[in-house]
């Protein structure tokens, strides 16, 4: 799991990265261009700002009953 630069003496021109890690890169530029998922977390985010969150045991309580 290490990094590669090639580097001149202004600027990179290659990284190496593992696969992984491009992996989920991809993942997250996928997610930042679908309109609906940055929706949903901007709804999630703003529920968690104003307190309208449960705990996990609460919510699994709440499922077994």
Do not use: C, F
Not at 27 to 53: N, Q, Y
Request: net charge negative.
């Amino acid at each position: 799991n290490h990094k590669v630069w090639v580097m001149t003496q202004v600027e990179s021109k290659y990284i190496t990265i593992p696969k992984e890690e491009y992996a989920s890169m991809v993942r997250t530029l996928e997610i930042l261009e679908d309109e609906k998922a940055m929706k949903m977390i901007s709804e999630s985010e703003r529920d968690v700002r104003e307190g309208r969150v449960i705990s996990l045991d609460s919510w699994r309580t709440k499922q077994e009953a």
